[in-house]
Structures are given as C-alpha cells and as structure tokens.
C-alpha cells in the first residue's frame, strides 16, 4: 500500500488478464495479436468480396483459439463465460441439428415445410434429407459463426499486453485505415461506391477495385460507426487507449480527434441514412450510459441526454413517417425508380417474409440460406433485384434458426444487458458505455441493413462484445498455471485443429474452383461462389457435348431451393420428360422469375402443349408485369389469327392491376401493341 488515493479516471488492468509485456510469458499474448491483426487488417482485403477473404479470417481467429487454448487451457475461458455455454450450446444444437441428414418422417415432424420441400425438389431415390433447405450455405455460415465465436472467446478472456487497450486500438486504427482508403479511392476517380451511390444503381464490375475496404456506403458507414464511437471514447476518456491515470493523456487525445474527424467526414460522405441514424443512436447510448458527477457538470448531462434523446425521437419519428408513406400511383418500386425508396423496400422484404416464417416457425430454415429461400416468396413488387439478406438482422436469425433458435440469442442478449448494468466504478463505468454504444451503433444499424452479415464488421462486433463481457467476467487469478495436456488430449486436439482448418478453407476452394472452371469456358466468375461449383461443371461439360448429369444431381442436393442449380440440372438432362420436370422445379425455386418462365413456355411450345404455354405466360405476367419476351407474345396462331400469348399476357395483367393499380401504364402499353397488330393484320388481309 502506497497510500495514494487511487484516481476515480484511473483504468484498472481489465481483471487479472493483463500482461507485461516482456515476461517469459510472452507466448500467452500470441492468441489476442493474432485477433488484433486480423482486426486492423478486416476492412482493407478482409472486406473484399472475394471468396478467400472470410477463409483467412476463420484460419486466424481459430488459430488463435487454439493458441489461447493449448496455453491456458480451459479453466480460464470456462469461468469466464460460464453464464454465456448453456444458451450457446443450444444454438449451436439447432444450427448442427439443421445439419444432420433425418429420416423423412422425422423431418416431416420436426419441420413439416422443410420435409415437403425436400420431397418435392428432390427425386424420391433419396430417402434421409437434412432440415436446412441449402446445406452448403449452411455449413459455410456455421464456419463463419464459429470463427466469430472464436474472435469472443478471445477477446473475452485471452491475457492482454500491458494496460489491455489492444483490441481498442486495432479496431480504432482499422476504421482510421478503412476511412483514408475510401478517400483515396474517391480522390483518385475510382467508382467504388462507396460515397453517396448505391450498388443496384450501377453495373457491379464497374472496376476491379469495386470492392474494397467494404461492399458499399452502407457498410463503410458502419465501420465508421465503431471506430468514431471508440475514437469519441478515449476522447473522454484516455485510458480506453491504455493512458497511464497520472501520466500526459494529450497523444492518445490527439490521435482519437484526428480519427473522430476523419470517421465524422466519411460517414456524412457516405450519405447513409441508416448509418447515420446508427451513429446518433450509438452517441445517445453513450451519453445516457456515461457515469454523471456531482454539482453542474451532472446538471449539464443531463440536459444533454435529454436533447439527445429528443433528437432522436424526433429522427424516428421522421423514418416512422416515411416508412407510412407510400409511393405515389405514378411510381413503380419494382423498378426501384424512387431513390428514397430503401425504407419502403424493407418493409417489403419484411412483409414478404411474413410467410417464410409462418412455413419455418419452431426450427428456421437453416444458417445462411434465406438469400437462397426468399426467391420462393418473393412477389411484386420487390422484383427489381435478388435479396441475399433480410436487411433486418433479427428478422434474418428468425428465417435462419427459428423461435427455438432465436430463444437463446435473445437471452443472451438480456444477460449481456443485466450483467453491463451491474459494473461498478467509474472507470469502468465509462468503458463499459463506450463499448456498449459502440455494439448498439452496429446492432441499430443492422436492424436495418446487414453490416453484420460481411466477415470483417461481424468479427469487430465479436470483439466489441468480448471486450464488453470482458469488463464484468470474473477473473482467474494473476499466476495461472500453465495449461496441462496429456498426450491422448493432444492428439485429439490437433486432430480436431486440424479438421477446422480444412473446413475453413471450403469458401476459398470453392472460388477457385468455380473461378477456374468459368476460365475454361471462357465467361465471368460468378459473384456467388459458395455452391456454385457443380454448376459450373455442368455447364462446362454441356459446353463440350459430354454427360452432365451427376454434377447437376450433387449441385441440386447442396442447394435444393437454387433455381440455377434445377436450371443447370434441366439442360443437362437429354430427355424431354426430365428437363420439364426441372424447369418446373426451377420456377417452384423462384415462381416470379420471367426467364424461367419464358423458357419453360418456349419448351411447352415446342411439346405442342399450348394451353399449359399461356397458363405459364398469364402467370407470369401477373406475377411481373414486366415479364416477357416481344418474340414470344407476337406468335399468331395460324389457324384463327389471334395472339394467344399476347392475350395470356394481358389477363394475368389485368389480374395484377386490380390488386396493383401502379401499373396500369403496363396493361395500356401491352393493349396498345395487341391494338397494333390487329391493324397490321387487318392491312394485310385487304392487300395492296
């Protein structure tokens, strides 16, 4: 004892976690650089949308598991988060439960929906059927969560050097270096999208620089979001970068203005309202969390949590408004020509997806394939693009696991929440608000959009919340003694290590595969490269006249739902039977898809089954107005000289204007041209 009153700004060592650096130990801090790095490093190539970007985040994060595990143990991290393993080991039962290939009947009674869709997309010679609907995405989305997984564990409980700061540190610089890039990239003319535009507005291989540091403005907001929180943080609060509680605190001030500033600059240049709206709530968190003083200065917060919160509501209030208010009769949203539109197509997704959830209610569809199920629901008017996400994270855990899985991730959530109000000090305090306004500005923002579904911000949301549990986990004592193993453990363990690397790598061997094959036939790679190997293969052996069955076949049992894999399957068939039978499926897959369609109504054309032709041309025509080929709706029927499928297309218009009266310009310009040809008809009959 000194008896040195101890600083109430003083930070303390985050538990007994922390570690000198230049001990013998040094080993021990291998698990938290190795997270740090791949941190700092996460929105610069690890943003890329190339499919060896999340393959290296997993092999580093569970690298470090790994490391942190054959050093300390498992005591440790056990005691650490003993209150978070029952809620995650039922998670993780419901995503591997979707994995495991049933019996019919067993999956007839756990997922009725699941079963029926499985009978119906796949040929009966198959008798055992897994829950979730598209396997590969499934196991490649339970990778990517255990790689998260990984990054918590870690950042929750893995020593630290010096004063603990690192992690913060990473993450504040990484958005620094995600922010300077954006701006270079805009300074040098290169169209990435990144500031004010919107990916569907523009061709997506515009430049091979499109996509990085992140995919777009949205995203590059959210990034900004987390590191200009944490910057404002060691503002107020300097020891959040490791600041000594009596030593100068100017540099760690100075450098955290210099990134607030540039953070504040990239996210007004983005122009995203959903990041923006994200950084107010992040900064209201904050000021209602940060501990209050005594006398004016308590006075003065308070005032300012009330403004804070008026704006706020006030910011609310005008997207509630908004969101209400629907386009006008002259507007068609399918054709996204209303540049505010973003909220109403949300809420449209949302509608959409109230079926999906009422098919998949107790188990889900499985981890990562709402992007491959939603075609199945999706109606006019949200036809103008694909929608891989739910733009609503709680709404896409729902799709993915079901009540019984999202049960868990809500309580842990409310533990989250009870064990952060019972932190005590007032340094602590203050890290604690910081940290959690940080995790609030990505999860206010991903209720909106799906920052959280790209590798590099899920992992900084990972150690976010590892820090924030960090703060309140018990402790295991400042000499813990060196992790024992016997050698069967050892075996088991590197055998397991092992296993996850390789598994780790499915994403970046499926791009190279899918990206090698597309070489060899000479056309662009798919931007969807998980899944798509087989189809490629496909392709490529009807390209060179040779037997393409069996791959159809294994790409149709990795994504029973994708309607290109039933497409792909369809060619490859020789018999005319099988290919109808596919391309049903295949509109089964995505019903408002007018390629498909169209190609399956040219096929029954040429069956000779005419009137099952202009069901299909009706239906697709109500299902999207602007569906249809000029070719096909111009065919005169040789025997009276009407237009069947132009008079099909007109009904199933007409159907889709008593319930849609926005396009009534579609139904005036297809009775405009049936007007057209009958004058042209009646010109030709009379002669010169």
Request: charged share 15%.
């Amino acid at each position: 004892m000194t008896g040195e009153a101890r600083s109430p700004d003083a930070h303390p060592q985050r538990g007994s976690l922390a570690v000198p650096i230049g001990e013998e130990s040094a080993h021990r801090l291998l698990p938290a650089l190795l997270v740090a790095g791949v941190a700092l490093l996460a929105p610069l190539p690890l943003g890329a949308a190339h499919g060896w970007a999340p393959s290296v985040l997993e092999i580093a994060t569970f690298s470090a598991l790994a490391f942190f595990l054959a050093a300390e143990g498992t005591g440790r991290p056990r005691r650490a988060l003993e209150p978070l393993l029952a809620p995650a080991a039922i998670v993780s039962a419901v995503a591997l439960l979707q994995l495991v290939p049933l019996p019919l009947g067993l999956a007839g009674w756990l997922s009725p929906a699941a079963a029926s869709l499985h009978r119906q997309m796949i040929d009966p010679s198959a008798r055992w059927f897994p829950l979730s609907v598209e396997p590969h995405a499934s196991v490649v989305a339970l990778l990517r969560l255990g790689a998260y997984a990984a990054a918590f564990v870690v950042a929750a409980a893995a020593p630290l050097p010096g004063r603990g700061s690192l992690h913060c540190w990473a993450l504040m610089l990484s958005g620094a270096g995600a922010g300077a890039v954006a701006w270079w990239h805009w300074l040098a003319g290169w169209d990435t999208l990144l500031f004010g535009e919107f990916a569907p507005y523009h061709a997506m291989a515009a430049t091979g620089r499109l996509h990085w540091p992140l995919l777009n403005a949205n995203h590059l907001a959210s990034w900004m979001n987390v590191a200009g929180i944490l910057a404002l943080g060691a503002l107020l609060h300097p020891p959040l970068l490791g600041a000594a509680a009596r030593a100068p605190a100017w540099p760690q001030r100075a450098l955290a203005a210099a990134v607030l500033l540039l953070t504040v600059a990239t996210l007004v240049g983005t122009r995203s309202r959903g990041g923006i709206g994200a950084a107010l709530a992040g900064v209201a968190m904050l000021s209602l969390l940060w501990p209050a003083t005594a006398g004016r200065r308590r006075l003065g917060l308070r005032a300012a949590r009330a403004g804070l919160l008026a704006g706020v509501a006030a910011a609310v209030a005008w997207i509630g408004w908004v969101a209400i208010h629907p386009p006008g009769d002259e507007v068609v949203l399918a054709a996204l020509q209303r540049r505010d539109a973003t909220l109403q197509v949300r809420l449209e997704i949302l509608r959409q997806s109230l079926g999906l959830i009422g098919d998949f209610p107790a188990l889900g569809t499985g981890l990562g394939t709402y992007g491959g199920i939603f075609p199945r629901y999706q109606r006019y008017p949200l036809l103008f693009a694909s929608v891989p996400h739910a733009h609503c994270e709680p709404l896409e855990w729902l799709t993915d696991l079901g009540v019984l899985g999202l049960a868990p991730i809500v309580f842990l959530a409310v533990r989250f929440a009870r064990r952060a109000s019972a932190v005590s000090g007032v340094a602590a305090q203050r890290t604690r608000a910081i940290l959690a306004a940080a995790v609030g500005s990505l999860f206010a923002h991903a209720a909106g959009d799906f920052p959280l579904r790209l590798p590099a911000i899920a992992l900084g949301a990972a150690i976010l919340l590892g820090l924030l549990w960090r703060e309140f986990a018990p402790g295991g004592g400042d000499e813990a003694p060196a992790a024992q193993w016997s050698w069967p453990d050892r075996c088991v363990g590197a055998g397991a290590f092992v296993l996850v690397l390789g598994l780790s790598t499915s994403e970046w061997r499926d791009a190279a595969a899918v990206g090698s094959v597309a070489a060899k036939r000479r056309v662009p790679t798919p931007r969807t490269a998980a899944g798509r190997v087989y189809e490629q293969i496909v392709w490529q052996r009807i390209d060179a006249a040779e037997p393409a069955v069996d791959p159809g076949l294994r790409a149709v049992l990795a994504a029973p739902v994708s309607a290109t894999a039933h497409r792909a399957l369809a060619h490859a068939y020789r018999s005319t039977e099988m290919r109808e039978r596919e391309l049903r499926r295949m509109i089964a897959c995505e019903p408002a898809n007018r390629y498909g369609r169209i190609e399956h109504a040219l096929m029954l054309i040429g069956i000779g089954q005419f009137a099952a032709a202009q069901r299909e041309i009706e239906e697709g025509f109500y299902l999207d107005p602007q569906f249809g080929d000029q070719r096909l709706l111009a065919l005169e029927d040789p025997i009276d000289g009407n237009w069947p499928f132009l008079e099909a297309a007109l009904r199933g218009v007409r159907r889709r204007v008593g319930i849609s009266p926005e396009v009534r310009g579609e139904l005036q310009r297809f009775e405009q041209t049936e007007q057209l040809l009958r004058e042209a008809r009646e010109r030709r009959l009379r002669g010169p």
